[in-house]
């Protein structure tokens, strides 16, 4: 929205400056910036004039020469233009001005006359990108003004970003509001306009037939108008806002709209038909020609006001060209309504019209607001065109819209914001926005929240607007404090088990991708995905987001892809989100199925090359290339680490999109003799021709498992334990054992047979070679030693480690190296 810097000012008596006001503003929820200064670069030495005298310049065909008066001087001037009269105000750039292109003023002669100045156009003044002829001025202009004081140019253009729920900014008055409240200053509302409103019945009959989406509608009719130009200060203001000046009867109702933010409309009386205004739907294919001379074709869901025999306007978007005020105009009927949001916003984006009236209704309109608008629209229309007021006015209101009440705690206020405010730091801002209140018994307030702050409901939204109010730079940073047991009491939902799957795969260095649950028809085609037309959206926003995913794989390979492109080969990405399928055969009471998938990609190598470099070639060589084997490890320790009763069985798998011997599913047994087996995923590597048609030079493996038996089955065993505040000590063993061995195995004995001391254990190096026989490995282990009441000393852990040796040997054969 475009904002006046002075038009505010007339509302609020502040004293910062534009950059100022600008950050205020900001600081408070409404991003700003500013626009224009449309008087900058304009100086004193600019006047305005009146041309007394105008003769041909006598050496000169095109050029004439003028004597323009401003206080009591006369001085020659030469110019160009033609527009001009004898008596007519105009712009003077008196010798010594500064215009805005950096045009300096001298006396000079022209075809051998002098001209002491310069006639000055819209386009030299900076005032427009295109003229043609010089500025005229209103005939009331006084003369010798600078002319940033007659036309109050020195003003300052704001954009400001008005968020949706605050329509009620969408106004000069309610940006003013938001100003006081910030510089804790009174608003300056406007005084109660005073005309003679006559008696007797109204020439029109008002029937609103469409209650829901027209909650009020109030009129008044005005005759002996005369339809002319604006005043000056009118169109300035209009044109700084973006509105194009077009009479005084159309500015007027946009100059009233821009100030309170109630959009207001008038219709030549003499074109309403039958004396008749009907607010009603219109029907499936009638037509109505518009403000904007387009013929528009109506369907039954759009709200228009009619009269006895055919459409005036779209209510709440636009006019109808055969009930707009024209010239010869001598009575009009002023309209003040509110429309619902939705209808208007319907009707706007289905044709294409967005208007500021419509702008406007889409983000909320005070319904309290119509007759005091009209009011102020009357008082400026009798004052700008004349006339009289004509009948009494019609306000349809039948169920009026009432202030709600809302209490605020002042210690709910402290538990949110984390600070104590005492209550003039509540209850000023708070009134300055027009939010009366009151304190009551036991310190809580009660306030009465005005209409047009539709978006204020709750306690926690006025606690918002204290502290948007009292300024979020001035809340200090504090930390909320939680007790363990509460943590521990809120745990064992779905979510807390998602989390432990992410903390496992992270640790495992795998990293988390988030893709839209969008996808298109083409990639689930491409990975022979079904899926049925129910999930396709109505309207996408693109064809790449046209249908709900009913599996996660196929934008996995995607993102892979473009990975790999940008040179990142050597990837271990997981998705953990949710698929949808549509279920024919249900009840019908929830056709759409959600399920929780996980899914795994790889490709590249096991370790990124900055590890390898130091590798001898052995290792090298068993570390190069990922295969299939890596990736049903990280399922099978997943599975194990979440479900360790769950039994896993795979089978064949033959899926196109695979290679032929590198594919598997998986399924899932429960425990106990009759457990339930379910279907658990599938992985597989992607087929050459796959990776060639998508120009990957690099084996990629995918993974996908189906969630519902973790998110059933699976208990959270974590437990807590004091952290001893005593040393540990730690002990290496280097372990030979048949290369037939597991490593996990030999681990799996050292937990359990290191004792009561033994805090943790962990391989750290793996040995093959001379002088070990063939068939032989060396596996190096470190221990880690400690007791919760003491330290230990190195006879106790020596003798714990010769007792962990002799069960190794006697278990699996280890021998120490």
């Keep these: 929205m475009l904002a006046s810097f002075n038009w505010i000012k007339d509302f609020v008596d502040f004293k910062a400056d534009a950059p100022e006001l600008v950050r205020r503003l900001a600081m408070a929820g409404l991003e700003s910036e500013i626009l224009s200064q449309p008087g900058k670069g304009i100086d004193d030495h600019v006047v305005t004039a009146q041309i007394l005298k105008i003769d041909k310049h006598p050496n000169a065909d095109r050029l004439s020469l003028c004597e323009v008066q401003f206080n009591d001087e006369v001085s020659p001037v030469v110019c160009g233009a033609n527009n001009m009269k ?4 105009v712009v003077l750039a008196r010798p010594g001005a500064k215009l805005p292109g950096g045009l300096v003023i001298k006396v000079s002669k022209i075809r051998k006359v002098e001209s002491q100045g310069m006639l000055c156009s819209e386009s030299e003044l900076g005032l427009a990108d295109t003229s043609e002829g010089i500025l005229i001025l209103p005939p009331e202009t006084p003369l010798g003004l600078p002319l940033t004081q007659a036309l109050d140019l020195g003003d300052t253009i704001l954009e400001i970003e008005v968020t949706p729920n605050r329509g009620d900014c969408l106004s000069i ?3 003013s509001r938001e100003v006081a409240a910030n510089f804790h200053l009174p608003f300056k509302s406007n005084e109660t306009p005073t005309f003679h409103e006559a008696t007797g019945k109204s020439q029109v009959e008002v029937n609103v037939r469409s209650q829901e989406r027209c909650g009020r509608y109030a009129c008044r009719v005005l005759s002996g108008i005369k339809v002319g130009p604006s005043p000056q200060h009118v169109v300035r203001r209009l044109e700084s806002c973006g509105i194009r000046a077009i009479n005084n009867i159309v500015d007027a109702t946009n100059y009233i709209m821009l100030e309170t933010g109630q959009p207001l409309h008038a219709f030549d009386l ?3 038909r039958r004396g008749q205004i009907n607010i009603r739907t219109a029907e499936s294919g009638e037509k109505m020609k518009t403000l904007d001379g387009i ?12 009269d006895g025999e055919r459409i005036l306007a779209l209510a709440g978007v636009m006019g109808g060209e055969d009930s707009g005020v024209s010239e010869a105009t001598t009575e009009i009927l002023l309209e003040s309504a509110w429309f619902q949001a939705g209808s208007v916003r319907k009707t706007a984006r289905r044709l294409g019209l967005q208007t500021e009236s419509s702008y406007r209704f889409e983000r909320g309109v005070d319904p309290s607001g119509c007759v005091a608008a009209i009011n102020r629209l ?10 009289k007021v004509l009948g009494s006015t019609i306000d349809h209101y039948p169920d009026p819209v009432r202030p709600i009440e809302v209490t605020l705690r002042p210690s709910r206020i402290q538990r949110i914001l984390g600070i104590a405010l005492e209550a003039p730091e509540i209850m000023t801002p708070l009134q300055a926005l027009g939010i009366s209140g009151e304190a009551g018994k036991g310190g809580d307030y009660h306030f009465q929240i005005p209409t047009y702050r539709s ?11 204290v502290a948007r109010l009292y300024g979020y730079d001035r809340i200090p940073a504090t930390y909320p404090s939680i007790h363990l047991s509460e943590l521990l009491q809120a745990k064992g939902n779905s979510f807390d088990q998602l989390d432990h799957i992410r903390t496992l795969l992270t640790g495992w260095g795998f990293h988390e991708v988030l893709h839209y649950s969008f996808t298109s028809h083409e990639l689930l085609k491409k990975f022979s995905q079904e899926f049925s037309e129910e999930q396709s959206l109505l309207n996408p926003i693109s064809e790449d987001q046209s249908v709900m995913r009913p599996a996660l794989f196929p934008q996995m390979v995607q993102t892979l892809q473009s990975n790999v492109f940008k040179g990142n080969k050597d990837l271990r990405f997981f998705e953990l989100r949710p698929v949808y399928r549509f279920d024919r055969e249900g009840d019908g009471k929830r056709p759409f199925q959600e399920s929780w998938h996980l899914c795994l990609g790889m490709s590249g190598a096991r370790r990124s090359p900055h590890f390898l470099e130091k590798e001898s070639a052995t290792a090298l060589k068993e570390f190069k290339g990922l295969t299939l084997l890596d990736l049903k490890g990280y399922l099978e320790a997943l599975f194990h680490r979440c479900l360790p009763g769950i039994k896993i ?5 033959n899926l196109p999109y695979f290679h032929p011997n590198r594919q598997m599913s998986l399924t899932l047994q429960t425990p106990g003799t009759q457990g339930e087996t379910v279907a658990g995923g599938f992985m597989g590597r992607l087929h050459p021709a796959v990776l060639a048609e998508m120009d990957v030079p690099v084996p990629i493996l995918i993974g996908e498992i189906y969630l519902d038996l973790f998110l059933t089955e699976w208990k959270n065993s974590i437990q807590f334990e004091e952290i001893s505040p005593f040393p540990t000590i730690w002990r290496d063993i280097n372990l030979i054992v048949d290369e037939k061995t597991p490593s996990g195995e030999v681990l799996r004995v050292i937990r359990a047979q290191g004792g009561l001391w033994l805090r943790r254990a962990e391989l750290f190096d793996l040995y093959r070679g001379k002088p070990l026989e063939a068939g032989k490995k060396a596996l190096t282990y470190r221990l880690e030693y400690g007791a919760k009441d003491r330290t230990l000393t190195d006879e106790e852990v020596n003798g714990s480690r010769e007792k ?11 021998t120490l190296r």
């Design 270 to 272: 003499k074109e309403i």
């Design 378 to 387: 009357t008082e400026v229309i009798l004052e700008v065109a004349g006339g």
């Design 173 to 175: 008055q309610g940006l």
């Design 455 to 465: 978006d204020l409901n709750r306690e926690i939204d006025l606690i918002e607007e």
């Design 86 to 89: 004898a008596g007519d105000k």
């Design 804 to 814: 962990l040796l002799e069960q190794l040997k006697h278990t699996l054969g280890a």
């Design 295 to 306: 013929d528009r074709e109506l369907n039954c869901e759009d709200l228009v006001i009619a």
């Design 649 to 653: 069985a795979e089978g064949p798998l």
